[in-house]
């Protein structure tokens, strides 16, 4: 339909990824090698073969038994291949072996995409779970106009799209209306622009005298964002049509932490791009993703460090005296130091697009990569200071990801950091949401003045991390905070607040119960744009577990645990709610399935070892207590949950030391150093008048530390 007027751009997309992103399994598209290989990883054999036209692979099923599975489209292309399966009555699931499609010897080959861990059935990454469900974790990115046909009465998605690769209208919107006009020969140039998204003038880049950086001419627009964010990120979907909406009306991007992100916002996790690409300067600045990728074939406008030169001076910043390596080595391309790569799905490498400069300096402190020691093994951190420091480069003093840190820890001198960040003009406004939404670990008096002005910020991202950030304040400082924003008409934001007032919701007056009701009801409906997915119906069953409404929330984790047996957060949930009911012995099946998802997760193990207390079994339960305060996702809670159950068994020593560990980590938790205090309970006790201390510049105000200073009335330490 389009490629009768749009010649050059179709054939530009007939040799891009997106014209690859899905296809039917026919010769023409199939590079896998399906004649009749077989391979064994996990322990499970695998056998890719013919029937007649037919691509079939045949290997362990969901129940554990061998099976044959026809093979409905081949997925993506480069530098991978992944085949998605027909599972039985009609549902899609992407094969967990994908073919390496890079040249022979590295590729050309079968492999697992998860090398590390042994995916079996039962496994949430298994080939056969939810995870890896075409309809709800694939189709809206690899094909055009996805819709997903709930059917009401059973719950079940029929899901159908317009073409079934990633093609004109996924960019640009319904042509309909354009193809009318153009065949009528009535199609004005403001018709043309307002169907094409993102056609029209772009920002142009313009060299000043005596400035080596190109500055924009023209408005800088989000344009780029709308058009290629949606699926070039992590985001939650806040409406069921999001074609022709801003991208973050139509998306909630999920904010840089620290499982997806290294602390200084570099890429750890598959991120997809617009996370790491809006924390940059680049993006402060104006440039968008067209600036550097044609976008049709995706490819860069120009070979090598051309691309970089089109803004930045090839006879300043590609010359030795910049980059200090020989031109045409590892560490001449601009690339290599300032989007070092990381490989996903076994040999993807994708680029990091926040465009860091390389920080050894940082590495130190917080232990994330740079591009020197990346590239120079063997070579390790201090060295790479020393050579930048032979160079005549200081690295600066400052840097957002330190200040990032103490807000994690619970920092409350941090947030005048927090406050200089802010008001920083170059700093990306994704890196100040995620400062305010860090703020809520700070449980500081001066944090509600610190958030209200940005709650009427312009930037809706900000104004979302603002709201983020009062998950840190009380019940009724909170409520205050939002009484007159409540009418905020931003998706995004109004998403975010819901999320924030449902959390104290049950401590809401009837008047601002009922101030509430839209907002909640707006909560309501951008969850349903994404109910096949087991995450959102543990959001809704949460939502309703807040609003008294025990049999919808039931309903709904059913629902989530349907879809996906192995939801953690569905499984920890019910149990709480089946504990609230007094469905104790429930309550401990449901822990034990999510230990067995996730036996290292510090939630469950919490939840699990107070199950055991409640069962008057705590000797047992000092065992998932004490993973639960050592886990990746470990809080302070969890710490202090461990001390107490440690304490109560006799065992005050073992309870100290796992105190202290916890406040060498959270230095500033009032839980921590006032139950340290009371286990400590020797008023000449130099560690007892430290932490007193410490608890008085905290919480001057406390009514709790104000009786710890008059039960130990000597507080301060001798000269």
Not at 72 to 95: K, S
Not at 362 to 374: F, I, Q, T, W
Request: glycine fraction near 8%; charged fraction near 25%; charge should be negative.
């Amino acid at each position: 339909m389009c490629k009768s007027c749009h010649a050059v751009e179709t054939a530009a997309w007939e040799r891009s990824d997106h014209f690859r992103a899905m296809k039917a399994a026919t010769a023409a598209n199939v590079a896998g090698d399906f004649s009749d290989v077989r391979v064994s990883f996990h322990g499970m054999d695998t056998r890719f073969f013919r029937e007649g036209d037919d691509y079939v692979v045949e290997t362990v099923g969901r129940d554990g038994n061998r099976g044959k599975y026809p093979v409905r489209y081949a997925f993506g292309y480069r530098p991978l291949q992944q085949y998605l399966l027909d599972r039985g009555d009609g549902i899609l699931q992407a094969f967990d072996v994908a073919w390496d499609t890079r040249p022979a010897p590295a590729g050309q080959r079968w492999y697992h995409l998860q090398t590390d861990e042994a995916i079996t059935p039962g496994h949430p990454f298994f080939w056969t779970g939810h995870a890896m469900n075409w309809s709800s974790h694939c189709a809206d990115c690899h094909s055009t106009n996805v819709v997903k046909n709930l059917d009401p009465t059973t719950g079940k998605f029929r899901t159908d799209y317009a073409e079934v690769n990633v093609a004109c209208e996924a960019c640009h919107g319904p042509a309909g209306e354009h193809v009318r006009l153009a065949n009528a020969g009535t199609l004005s140039e403001s018709v043309h622009s307002g169907f094409a998204a993102g056609m029209g003038e772009r920002v142009q880049w313009r060299f000043e005298p005596g400035n080596p950086i190109a500055e924009p001419v023209g408005i800088p627009t989000d344009r780029d964002t709308d058009m290629c964010g949606g699926c070039h990120s992590l985001r939650t979907p806040l409406v069921t049509d999001a074609v022709g909406k801003p991208y973050h009306e139509a998306y909630r991007l999920e904010l840089p932490d620290e499982v997806r992100y290294f602390p200084d916002g570099q890429i750890r996790e598959e991120v997809f791009v617009l996370g790491s690409f809006l924390q940059s300067r680049m993006h402060v600045r104006g440039v968008g993703c067209g600036d550097c990728h044609e976008p049709h074939s995706g490819d860069l406008h120009l070979p090598g460090n051309g691309v970089c030169a089109q803004c930045h001076r090839a006879d300043v910043y590609d010359v030795a005296g910049h980059h200090r390596h020989t031109a045409g080595n590892p560490g001449s391309a601009c690339v290599d130091c300032h989007m070092p790569a990381r490989t996903y799905m076994g040999v993807d490498g994708r680029r990091d697009h926040s465009f860091p400069i390389p920080r050894p300096d940082l590495s130190r402190e917080l232990g994330v990569p740079n591009a020197c020691v990346g590239c120079h093994s063997g070579q390790d951190n201090q060295w790479a200071v020393k050579s930048l420091r032979g160079w005549g480069v200081e690295p600066d003093a400052t840097h957002w990801s330190l200040v990032h840190r103490r807000l994690r820890r619970g920092d409350p001198e941090a947030l005048a950091g927090v406050k200089s960040l802010l008001e920083d003009d170059d700093l990306a406004p994704l890196v100040k949401a995620n400062l305010l939404a860090q703020t809520a670990n700070v449980g500081s008096s001066s944090l509600a003045d610190l958030l209200r002005p940005w709650l009427a910020h312009p930037d809706p991202l900000i104004r979302r991390g603002a709201v983020a950030g009062t998950m840190g304040l009380p019940s009724d400082v909170r409520w205050r905070m939002f009484a007159n924003r409540l009418r905020d008409s931003h998706p995004g934001v109004r998403f975010e607040m819901a999320i924030a007032l449902a959390d104290i919701y049950p401590a809401l007056s009837p008047a601002a119960r009922r101030a509430t009701a839209p907002l909640l009801a707006d909560y309501r409906a951008a969850l349903a744009a994404s109910t096949d997915l087991a995450a959102t119906q543990a959001a809704l069953a949460r939502l309703e577990v807040t609003l008294g409404r025990t049999a919808p929330a039931e309903r709904a984790f059913e629902r989530a645990l349907e879809t996906d047996p192995t939801s953690l957060v569905a499984l920890v949930d019910l149990a709480d709610l089946r504990r609230a009911q007094g469905r104790e012995q429930e309550a401990g099946t449901l822990l034990r399935r999510a230990l067995a998802v996730a036996p290292d997760n510090g939630t469950a193990n919490v939840a699990f070892g107070l199950h055991l207390v409640r069962l008057d079994r705590h000797d047992e339960a000092l065992t998932p207590l004490s993973k639960a305060a050592q886990a990746p996702d470990t809080q302070p809670r969890f710490v202090h949950i461990y001390a107490v159950a440690l304490d109560s068994l006799g065992q005050r020593e073992r309870a100290l030391t796992a105190l202290r560990q916890g406040i060498a980590r959270w230095p500033w938790s009032l839980d921590l150093l006032t139950t340290l205090v009371l286990f400590i309970d020797d008023g000449g006790s130099p560690e007892l008048r430290t932490h007193l201390d410490a608890l008085e510049a905290l919480a001057p105000d406390s009514p709790q530390v104000r009786a710890l200073r008059e039960r130990y009335p000597v507080v301060s330490n001798p000269p």
